[in-house]
């Protein structure tokens, strides 16, 4: 049994070597972060800061060190409210920490008055406030503090938290949103080769937390789950620890635990029309469903690598089914990482240069009717399994207008013809339908729940 | 491919290992493309390679014997290919092939004294442009320079023979297989399952087979939304549904149909196998395949999920590499002998564990294997797939 794939091209008798590979170069983290698309904050702060930050007792985050002549660093923050949610066309930061509940009560007041607890929680995290007004370590003596610390003295380092609402909670029988649900709003189908955990899949809600501190992001999450014990319980988690997309243009490309370039095609934050026709919900005729105009799909799958099999995969195979080259993440077909990669180009044999079962070929626009969506995953390793093979990959996050015309088809050639996928295997499966931003005063999914 | 040095629990040079050496100050500079740039003669065994439209300019254009490794970068507007010929232009001993505008990639050959010939085929077009290239006598002890034709064709009729020989009994063991699944003699067919199914595990990743793989041994979980599942292991499910929930068995006539078709795809192959030669290359990928599925569907209890007789797969999978890696060995051994040696104790290593799992005349159960016990296969498995990861790159025929 193999998975379903044609192995590799059969190699001529040569090897390229991977000394590109020996080369550092990964920029190091301190390069200067995109100013954030929204312009409020951001010129120069990478994680570096972090140190800056505790050296100059910093105060929750909320002023600047004030040492020495040069202008101080200027912490990285996002506003919460806007337009559409912050933590989709942000510049990806470096780490992220994900959960998703499943709600617990059948009340649809006490969930919208979650909600609304949340959404005032995530207004002040995300500007480097604490969780609560009274603040971590102040308040009546006898009581516990509203929030639980762990960030005093942190930046929010670029923290943003958005939220989605799974399919399950619009079923019959919960909250009597039925009528509300759009009808792409489903669970997705099984793709070949999906080992999925339902333990690690699926839920009500999610809260999507990323920053450029991994402490901070825990902290958003610990913060929020505390703020819904009674109404929600926690159904999983993920970690993820190194951004595997770039969406804005400035950005470096990074890296997945393949040693590849992630992110050269992606969406970027500077690209209002395709963040207008693929990743943005659109205007519907039908007021029930309104809700989600301006809003988007999260679809997140929990993407196991082999990564033992891969790394004794040559050279030639590992870029054979990529469809990009390892150095410099170029297209088989010739240039540099941004070039076009011309689909036409044969070589020798008349094979394409940019093989048929490649990822890149496979998932490009070209090949699937014109669509593009937004990446926005993460590297993650959860320890080994029982036979000594580390559980890592890729915590694959895309948004979406649509997961029904953008996700579902992808996929499913993916899953049937990748040669990339031969070295994956899908362990977790959610999709979230992610309300548009809201104002101040408002708060997220008040339009189903108010 | 950097060297691994320990896992062995020998030091393995292979002829790339050259490649740990760039670490020295002149290769770190980066060329546009990506690929390590030689500096000024700190390693004159690594040279570059500028294949523009109009010129081939190798630096330097000598080199002393050894393994050289030319970084290729192509500033032409087209594809190009770069070969480097022996002294009568007419082997190739080494190439780069394919090369897109922009791009860089390195070519490692193992070089005697004596006159080469380097030639860039700006769009892959005519006899291309051709400079000579001498490699000067360093001392260095190589392999002997004789070629390895016959080596290769030892390895490759030998390989063939034995695939040949695989369908041929596969044909045979599923005819007697089928015979008792369909006389309903159920128990028969069980035990017959694993064992026609050896002569298919030795083989499956040949690539010539590929669509055949799909057709006669697709998991369930590999399926498409809407595809018909045929081959081995709807069959399998109907003889061991006990895990599956709410199973259906299948009716007399479509166990018919099913057996049918798995006869059909079985006799497809056979013919083909009759027909087919495997380069040494495709003997060496199949190779190194088998202990890659070894690891990700055998070890893991994957493959035969109803039935739970991986463990006979994971010795037909041994088996397998075992022949082609037979094939191969002469030349393997005169080209990295370390690394013959390497293939030799860990595939006894393997063999070991799994003789302490045989029951009857076959293997135990999966579930029966204890964590601890499946921990040291998993282990074996993947000692002994990182020295056949070097497989192709030391069976080369040139
Ligand atoms: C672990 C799994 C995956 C790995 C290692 C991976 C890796 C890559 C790499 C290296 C690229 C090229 C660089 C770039 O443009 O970002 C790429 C592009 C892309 N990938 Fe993936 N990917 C994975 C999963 C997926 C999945 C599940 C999907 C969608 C269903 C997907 C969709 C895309 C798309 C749309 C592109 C851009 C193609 C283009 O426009 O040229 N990838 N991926």
């Known amino acids: ?450 | 491919m950097p060297v691994r040095l320990t896992g062995y629990g020998l030091l393995v040079v292979v002829p790339a290992s050259l490649l740990l050496m760039p670490l020295t100050a002149g290769c770190t500079g980066s060329s546009r493309s990506g690929a390590a740039t030689p500096g000024s003669g700190t390693d004159s065994r690594h040279l570059t390679v500028r294949a523009t439209d109009a010129a081939c300019t190798v630096t330097p254009d000598s080199a002393p014997s050894g393994s050289l490794r030319f970084t290729v970068t192509n500033a032409s507007s087209s594809v190009t290919e770069f070969l480097l010929l022996d002294q009568d232009q007419l082997r190739i001993v080494g190439k780069v092939e394919d090369l897109g505008p922009g791009l860089a990639r390195d070519l490692v050959v193992t070089a005697a004294p004596g006159a080469y010939f380097s030639v860039c085929k700006p769009g892959l077009a005519g006899v291309g442009i051709r400079a000579p290239f001498s490699v000067s006598d360093s001392g260095t002890s190589l392999a002997p320079a004789a070629s390895n034709a016959d080596l290769v064709n030892a390895a490759t009729t030998s390989y063939a023979a034995y695939v040949e020989r695989q369908t041929d009994q596969l044909m045979a063991g599923t005819a007697e297989f089928m015979a008792a699944y369909l006389a309903g003699r159920d128990d028969q067919a069980r035990a017959l399952y694993p064992k026609a199914r050896t002569h298919w595990e030795r083989i499956e990743t040949l690539e010539r087979f590929a669509d055949l793989d799909a057709r006669m041994d697709l998991p369930e979980a590999e399926l498409a939304h809407g595809e018909l599942w045929t081959g081995w292991h709807r069959l399998e499910k109907d003889l061991w549904p006990a895990r599956a929930r709410g199973y259906q068995r299948l009716s007399k006539t479509d166990r018919r149909l099913y057996a049918e078709d798995l006869a059909e795809a079985t006799e497809q192959l056979q013919t083909r196998a009759r027909t087919t030669r495997y380069t040494t290359a495709q003997i060496a990928n199949a190779t190194k395949e088998l202990m890659e599925e070894a690891a990700t569907a055998k070890v893991t209890g994957r493959a035969e999920y109803w039935s739970r007789t991986d463990l006979w797969d994971l010795q037909a999978n041994l088996d397998g590499a075992r022949a082609g890696y037979e094939a191969l060995r002469p030349l393997v051994r005169r080209q990295d002998p370390n690394l013959a040696a390497a293939i030799d104790t860990k595939m006894a290593a393997l063999q070991k564990l799994l003789d302490r799992q045989r029951k009857g005349d076959g293997f135990a159960s999966y579930d029966s294997v204890s964590e601890d016990g499946l921990r040291q296969l998993s282990d074996a498995v993947n000692g002994l797939s990182e020295p056949l990861s070097q497989l192709t790159a030391a069976s080369r025929e040139g």
């Open chain 1, 1 to 450: 049994m193999r998975r379903r794939l044609a192995p590799a091209g059969q190699p001529p008798p040569t090897t390229a070597d991977s000394a590109a590979l020996l080369k550092p170069d990964r920029e190091s983290g301190g390069t200067a972060r995109a100013v954030s698309r929204r312009g409020l904050l951001g010129a120069g702060v990478g994680a570096a800061s972090l140190g800056a930050a505790f050296a100059g007792g910093m105060g929750l985050g909320r002023s600047n060190t004030t040492s020495g002549t040069e202008a101080p660093p200027v912490p990285l923050q996002y506003p919460f409210y806007g337009e559409h949610q912050a933590g989709i066309s942000t510049p990806a930061q470096d780490r992220l920490h994900f959960a998703a509940f499943d709600v617990t009560t059948s009340s649809k007041a006490e969930l919208g008055a979650l909600l609304k607890n949340w959404t005032s929680a995530a207004a002040r995290l995300t500007q480097g406030l604490p969780a609560g007004v009274v603040g971590p370590t102040s308040g009546d003596y006898d009581a516990p503090p509203d929030d639980t610390g762990e960030a005093i003295g942190l930046p929010p380092a670029g923290l943003t938290l958005t939220f989605g609402f799974g399919p399950s909670l619009f079923e019959a029988d919960r909250f009597g949103l039925e009528s509300r649900r759009p009808a792409s709003l489903q669970q997705l189908p099984h793709f070949p080769g999906d080992l999925l955990d339902p333990r690690r899949s699926g839920g009500d809600l999610c809260v999507q937390a990323c920053s450029d501190d991994p402490q901070i992001a825990m902290h958003a999450v610990r913060n929020l789950a505390r703020i819904g014990f009674g109404t929600v319980s926690l159904r999983w988690t993920q970690f993820g620890f190194g951004r595997t997309s770039s969406t804005a243009s400035g950005q470096v490309t990074p890296r997945n635990l393949f040693g590849l370039k992630d992110g050269t095609a992606n969406i970027k934050s500077d690209e209002p029309t395709y963040l207008n026709d693929h990743v943005w919900v659109k205007r519907t005729p039908d007021p029930a469903k309104a809700w989600l105009v301006g809003g988007s799909y999260l679809v997140a799958r929990r993407i196991n690598m082999n990564i033992e099999t891969w790394d004794r995969q040559s050279l030639r195979e590992q870029e054979r089914v990529t469809g990009r080259s390892k150095a410099e993440g170029a297209p088989m077909s010739g240039g540099t990482e941004f070039s076009e990669p011309d689909f036409n180009l044969t070589g020798r044999s008349g094979e394409p240069l940019i093989a048929d079962d490649s990822h890149v070929r496979l998932a490009h626009p070209d090949q699937n009717s014109g669509i593009r969506m937004l990446r926005r995953g993460y590297n993650f390793v959860d320890g080994n399994d029982p036979l000594g093979r580390l559980d890592a990959g890729l915590f694959f996050i895309t948004f979406v207008t649509d997961p029904v015309t953008h996700f579902i088809p992808m996929q499913a050639r993916l899953s049937q013809h990748d040669g990339l996928h031969k070295y994956l295997q899908h362990t977790a499966s959610a999709v979230f339908a992610v309300p548009p931003g809201v104002a101040e005063g408002e708060f997220v999914g008040q339009a189903l729940f108010a």
